[in-house]
DNA sequence: ATATTTGCAAAGTGTTTGCACGTAA
DNA sequence: TTACGTGCAAACACTTTGCAAATAT
């Protein structure tokens, strides 16, 4: 099995194991993996060439619901899916090409102060490094 | 005029005016607005009630084009659309109905350390804090 | 055996575009 | 006067949904 970890949780969650929802799993694995559905559904499609673009969705959204996938959205364009590793992680973006990266910064980011809170409860910080990869700033 | 800055910013930069324009820029004047295309419509049908959708984006996107507006989009739904004021500022955002709140942040929030910058050319820091508003930890 | 998942096609959002008409400069 | 903005409707890109057939448990 190529991702036993996230196999496992999957099975141990009780998710009904399907060729399809198989697929899909197996593309999402990987560090700086920020698939949009349809890149998704190609690398899926080359293991399960019969496999749908709704399931691709059915799937993901799960896959989203269970915590197990992190949407991530930055400026215009489709949804991109990447795999809710174990650490929090925070990202670099091409304004450009629309290019993602992982990083993982040393300390806590920011503190909201009080007066700003509004009485939210607070759920979680990101922050988004916005920049011009190499390739782009080349041309 | 309501909103001499702006205004006079426009027509500074030789932007052709029009009563939709005018319109849809008294749209998105003050603070802790972050109105999705669809609502400015409406505000600027209020004003000028002939005004068309396709008329309300062409405008929001020049305006970006600008930088006089800033898009933002946070998980799923529609673009939001904000003015662009001359402070950078940050985002509070209800996950569960997608309120936005303008922060602003004391110092400088984080440093992208040199390895993982992976040669870009950095252009900005954007700091999201995702909690939930009181009135939907109440319901 | 049966509750769940799949694939298809159709519908749903949100946004952009082509073109004839109107209007600011 | 004319280059540019507008409104309409149609097209577009992305995502979700209804339902009959297929399948994991």
């Known amino acids: 099995m190529p991702h036993p970890l996230l196999y496992d949780r999957l099975l141990a969650r ?36 019969e496999i749908s673009l709704a399931t691709v969705y059915n799937t993901l959204n799960d896959l989203v619901g269970m915590g197990e996938v992190r949407e991530v959205s930055y400026d215009r364009g489709p949804m991109r899916y990447e795999p809710n590793g174990p650490r929090p992680h925070d990202h670099l973006v091409c304004v450009e090409c629309g290019e993602i990266w992982d990083i993982e910064l040393a300390g806590p980011v920011a503190e909201l102060p009080e007066p700003q809170r509004r009485g939210y409860e607070l759920l979680g910080v990101e ?13």
């Open 14 to 49: 009780g998710w009904r194991m399907t060729a399809q929802r198989r697929a899909v799993a197996q593309a999402l694995v990987g560090d700086h993996v920020h698939l949009t559905a349809d890149e998704v559904f190609r690398e899926a499609q080359a293991a399960l060439p």
């Open 127 to 139: 922050v988004v490094f916005r920049g011009r990869c190499p390739r782009c700033a080349a041309r």
